[in-house]
């Protein structure tokens, strides 16, 4: 199936550090979400962003629409241990279907 | 909490059987989209319910089925399974507006195939 191109694979980082991670499509798309999920749980919804070159905070995360409208990144400022699970890029084209992204791992070391 | 709930939690079975997994949406929410979550594959959606009626289609095999009632709630079918159906299943609801329509996802049901 479709998926997107979602960077890093994973990460090991310290407690304190910012996280940068993105997501790339060959299509566009005219709403990105960033979503967490952590171990047998489903993903929960961090970020929607609904319009090219947006850019929206929501406490320590910040998450951009690119104006290409074929990718996004988010970003996690200051890291803590909670932060650890996997975060997914999704891409939705009007109100159809999510596009993932094949995720990120987030490992903190305290 | 998101406000989907799915049940069960946890379903084990053996091949050749058939199952049924249950959602119930938001309050207010119209629209139903349920979505497989394997190691090899990722998050990859099979299909979608708006107000009792299928809107669209994506990778579901032919031996599985889903119907949304007219309380809203929906359940997904799976029979003749095989060992590679072992995935978690989750449901997300929606609003179902014909623009952005942003997805809340259910806790899902973890299928064990033997």
């Known amino acids: 199936g479709q998926q997107l191109n979602q960077s890093p694979q994973s990460m090991f980082i310290q407690e304190g550090e910012d996280v940068s991670m993105n997501c790339t499509s060959s299509s566009i798309f005219n709403t990105w979400l960033w979503y967490k999920q952590d171990p047998g749980e489903g993903p929960v919804l961090l970020i929607a962003l609904y319009k090219a070159g947006e850019l929206t905070s929501n406490g320590r995360l910040t998450a951009q629409f690119g104006t290409t409208r074929k990718d996004s990144f988010l970003n996690i400022s200051a890291s803590i241990p909670s932060d650890v699970g996997i975060y997914f890029c999704a891409g939705q084209f009007r109100a159809q279907k999510l596009v993932f992204g094949q995720g990120t791992r987030l490992t903190i070391n305290p | 909490d998101s406000g989907v709930t799915q049940t069960p939690k946890h379903l084990i079975t053996a091949t050749g059987q058939r199952v049924t997994l249950r959602c119930s949406p938001r309050s207010g929410d119209l629209s139903v989209y349920w979505y497989q979550q394997s190691l090899d594959q990722g998050l990859q959606f099979l299909i979608q319910?708006?107000?009792?009626?299928?809107?669209a289609k994506g990778n579901i095999l032919e031996r599985f089925s889903a119907q949304q009632f007219p309380d809203l709630h929906s359940e997904l079918n799976l029979s003749s399974l095989e060992l590679g159906d072992s995935a978690l299943y989750f449901c997300?609801?929606?609003?179902?507006?014909?623009?952005?329509?942003?997805?809340?996802f259910g806790p899902g049901t973890r299928l064990t195939v033997l």
């Open positions: 319910y708006y107000n009792g009626e299928e809107r």
């Open positions: 997300a609801s929606s609003l179902g507006g014909p623009a952005a329509d942003t997805q809340y």
